[in-house]
């Protein structure tokens, strides 16, 4: 069972409450981790049960971070607002820099977040039981 952590910014929750629904018969066979918010939305979305963090303006970008820092999360699907800086969402450029120091994978928007949840169906992410 791999861990996966998952973010978005306000004006993508509705995009990740879609790709969970999408991908509930593979997100429920893992672990999900998830800032406060988003945590929720995906839990009334999907029934799914995730491990909710702080919300990302109140310090769950940090609990993220120090998850990752722990080598506890396998991989993260952060969808942001590329067009939008605003200090009371979760720090994006903080929890990419953390997943590419410590080796986890990263998707930033829905292509690489298919690319990675369809990886995770397929064993991809198995050499990180070895870690």
């Not at 981790?33 to 909710?52: D, M, Q």
């Not at 080598?71 to 820099?97: H, L, T, W």
Request: charged share 25%; net charge negative.
């Amino acid at each position: 069972m791999r861990k996966t952590g998952i973010i978005a910014h306000n004006s993508k929750k509705a995009l990740i409450e879609d790709f969970c629904i999408a991908y509930k018969n593979i997100l429920t066979k893992h672990e999900i981790y998830a800032t406060g918010t988003t945590g929720r939305r995906i839990e009334e979305a999907t029934n799914l049960r995730v491990h909710k963090f702080l919300p990302g303006s109140m310090g769950g970008d940090k609990q993220f971070t120090e998850m990752i820092e722990r080598g506890e999360i396998d991989m993260v699907i952060f969808f942001y607002n590329p067009a939008m800086i605003d200090p009371k969402e979760p720090d994006v450029y903080q929890i990419s820099r953390c997943c590419d120091q410590y080796n986890i994978p990263i998707a930033t928007n829905i292509a690489t977040a298919e690319s990675l949840i369809l990886g995770l169906e397929h064993g991809d992410l198995d050499y990180r039981l070895n870690h």
